[in-house]
T-cell receptor, first 113, second 114 residues
């Protein structure tokens, strides 16, 4: 089973500042990587995913993530955040050809004016 | 296209009572998954249906949990009797193929056992 570590549980950030959420995973085999977001009182929404190809993945709402195989990382970034980006963000991993996702513990991002 | 729908959105029950959670997947999605997040911890896999068959229930915590998917459409997850440690958010997801990249999640059911 995969192990996923989100290094920051809480990230406070000012509006229009950049943000980076860190994610590391344990597997040495080929993996799929995901970032999900949960806005207050809503379900899990897929932000972006890495399946293969370019290691820089662009997602919705201006987010992007970079897959680094040697460091087994998949950090999420946004150059300028909005108040509406306040949410909990989850990194998730699965092995190729597996249907199960392993999630990190989540990072709560709070954007202040 | 309607998304994955979960009922109820919130449930508060007393220890020892029974609760049934329901999930309606996206029409045509043969694969249905249950996950849960207990307070402050990771979201964890519970089980996987393909149509009406349980493919993998390795994540079910104990025999107080019973999942069904009659007719391969909606699914129910019953907890009987509920314990305090069952409190958390229960997520359902569906996908067309048995692949992790095809998931659509529902909005979850927040279960509080008091």
């Amino acid at each position: 089973a995969q192990s996923v570590t989100q290094l920051d549980s809480q990230v406070p950030v000012f509006e229009e500042a950049p943000v980076e959420l860190r994610c590391n995973y344990s597997s040495s085999v080929s993996v799929y990587l995901f970032w999900y977001v949960q806005y207050p009182n809503q379900g899990l929404q897929l932000l972006l995913k890495y399946l293969s190809g370019s290691t820089l993945v662009k997602g919705i709402n201006g987010f992007e993530a970079e897959f680094n195989k040697s460091q087994t990382s998949f950090h999420l970034r946004k150059p300028s955040v909005h108040i509406s980006d306040t949410a909990e963000y989850f990194c998730a991993v699965s092995d190729h050809d597996d249907y199960k996702l392993s999630f990190g513990a989540g990072t709560t991002v709070t954007v202040r004016a | 296209e309607a998304g994955v729908t979960q009922f109820p959105s919130h449930s508060v029950i007393e220890k020892g009572q029974t609760v049934t959670l329901r999930c309606d997947p996206i029409s045509g999605h043969d694969n249905l998954y249950w996950y849960r997040r207990v307070m402050g911890k990771e979201i964890k896999f519970l089980l996987h249906f393909v149509k009406e068959s349980k493919q993998d229930e390795s994540g079910m915590p104990n025999n107080r949990f019973l999942a069904e998917r009659t007719g391969g459409t909606y699914s129910t997850l019953k907890v009987q009797p509920a314990e305090l440690e069952d409190s958390g958010v229960y997520f359902c997801a569906s996908s067309q193929d048995s692949q992790s990249y095809g998931y659509t999640f529902g909005s979850g059911t927040r279960l509080t056992v008091v």
